[in-house]
């Protein structure tokens, strides 16, 4: 009797997280690559900006060269920077400097940021499969791409 009703509470417990339990279901992974793609392009011909685009799709420009260290991606950074969506909004900035492990960040800063050099500044656009990809995340919504404007102020 007590294995029944145990298996009865385990069937009891799948059927009431299915997907009309109100739970958040896993986003489906999808490729955004090529909306991704023009969404930057464009951005970047409407504010008449160049710039450079590595391998994996992050668009990048260096505004301001620094003099001084690059970061590795085992390097702490501390960097202010404004990150934003191509409509504007701004969904997150640090304008006094905060220190972060680079090998904790998305993918597009362990990218980008070691294209910098301390002192430096720049803009990084990221597509979504090296940002949050599907995930919406802090009003940011699946499949974005994110503007990061920044500068390093110091390699650790």
């Known amino acids: 009797m007590k294995k029944l009703l145990f298996a009865f509470s385990i069937l009891t417990f799948f059927i009431s997280c299915s997907s009309d339990s109100g739970l958040e279901k896993i986003p489906e992974k999808i490729d955004y690559s090529v909306e991704n793609e ?5 951005y970047l011909v409407k504010n008449n900006l160049t710039a450079k685009k590595t391998d994996t799709g ?15 991606t085992q390097s702490s950074i501390t960097v202010t920077y404004k990150g934003s ?3 504007g909004k701004v ?8 220190t972060f492990p680079l090998s904790k960040l998305i993918l597009g800063w362990q990218q980008g940021l070691p294209f910098f050099k301390e002192g430096g500044s720049g ?3 990221v597509p979504a499969h090296l940002g949050y990809g599907s995930y919406s995340v802090s009003g940011i919504p699946g499949g974005s791409v994110l503007i990061f404007e920044i500068k390093l102020i110091t390699v650790n």
Do not use: R, V
């Open 38 to 42: 023009k969404e930057i392009t464009d």
């Open 58 to 72: 992050l668009h990048y420009i260096i505004t301001e060269e620094g003099t001084g260290k690059q970061p590795i």
């Open 85 to 87: 969506l191509t409509n």
């Open 91 to 98: 969904f997150d900035q640090n304008t006094s400097g905060a």
């Open 123 to 125: 803009i990084l656009f």
